[in-house]
């Protein structure tokens, strides 16, 4: 299929795909495929506005029944699963099946939130004052803004959007200003939900397209108390003081530097395995993907080796194909990134293997790398710092505790995991002095979650939690209630006031 056939086939139409003054690109030649209308800054308050009337009618609207709108989401998106999913692949450059899993993890999300929409619960609580009972009631708390990134173009939408859905919230989205035409077709099938669920709120679900600015004026507005933002370190570090600065609630999710401890009991075979998938899948453009390979003294030439032999024999191609496995990095800068810190790589120390640009035997245009594998005598700078791109840093140890300590030592604090036999080693990553990490494995690797745990990482990674388990809090406001069904009216802690 040429891009127009592929982005036709998803319902994108000629006035959808031109006329406007955002160009987009694909990665897998870099071929203009779309020159697409950005909001204009002055519309955001009419956009805002509008979700706040769609909110006056939306919360009143019985958890069930917001469900109903979030399963009809589930059934369209299972319907066009293989034309979204070649969308993702022709603007994010991610191989078809990791394409068609970015769309399985949407129609996951929308069974989950389906599911919690029967089962928004809060507690009950028992009162001290006689006659007296407590409970937590959750509310709707109003427009919920996402912000997401480019490589996880539509999931982190669905993540976000099926929750605060459910939750009795609007939702106004900016997708990445690469990633506009997933957006698009995304906004479609969420059209076709919408006229089959009949009375939703007009503004209820909107879409704003354009770059920093255009998020700026859903991070600033106090009429959007929850700002989801999915991203670069950089980016959180600017919205979050903001959201902060007008006490909005912020759900940040950003950079990681995820790292393997492979102990010397590891299956070595099956860490291989998890490794190789870990780190090169999604052309290592995953928040979650393995930057850190921290492999005990005894075994690490051992799996060095493994793991040169694995990578050569990795497909690196167009993305389009049932055999590639490596598609493109996003965009020729992401690859002048990627060599800019192999060389700083070799200037502390680092032996590198891989890692060149590839212009044989893919599509022209496009930024296609071999993964690197890099051998660094220590965690210095450039290992602490995620560069969005398939490289793999090596470190040996030799105790646990160094072990855990370097996995610790980084800024980031997203996905971690080791791969032991030794149960002791096991408990001891899962532990309270473990990993510090806001997802911990054992013998899995570190990327590639499933929806059903809270999804989010701690420091520089900014602490937020999406998805599954109880990330729905987040988007609601917890009220205690407390009901006097006596004659009387005893204070708290015995306080006598009497008049
Ligand atoms: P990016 O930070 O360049 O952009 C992310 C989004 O933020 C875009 O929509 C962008 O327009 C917007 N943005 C940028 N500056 C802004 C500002 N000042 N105000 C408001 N909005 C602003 O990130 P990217 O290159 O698209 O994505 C890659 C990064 O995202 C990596 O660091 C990756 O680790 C991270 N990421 C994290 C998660 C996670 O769940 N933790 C998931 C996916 C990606």
Redesign the pocket.
Known sequence: MTHSETLHAAGLTAPDLTGGTLPVHSPIDGAEVARIRETAPADMAGVIAASQQAFKAWRDVPAPRRGELVRLLGEELRAAKAELGAVVTLEAGKITSEGLGEVQEMIDICDFAVGLSRQIYGLTIASERPGHRMMESWHPLGTCAI??????PVA?WSWNAALALVCGNPVIW?????TPLTAMTCMKIMDRALARFGDAPAGLVQLVIG??AI??AL?TSKDIPVVS???????GS??GPKVAARFGRSIL????NNAMIVAPSADMDMAVRAIVFSAVGTAGQR?TTLRRLIAHNSIKADLVAKLAKAYASLPIGDPRHATTLIGPLVDHPARDRMVAALDKARAEGGTVHGGAPVTQGVPAGGAYVAPALVEMPAQSAVVKT?T?APILYVLGYDTLDEAIHLQNDVPQG?SSCIFTLDMREAGAFLGAAGSDCGIANVNIGPSGAEIGGA???EKE?GGGRESGSDAWKGYMRRQTNTVNYSAALPLAQGVKFDF
């Open positions: 912000i997401s990134a480019f490589n996880f982190v900016k997708p990445s200003e690469k770059g920093p998020g700026e991070v933002a999915t991203g670069s370190t950089r980016m600017i919205v999710e950003l950079g990681g928040c995620e969005f997203l999804f989010g990482g990674t």
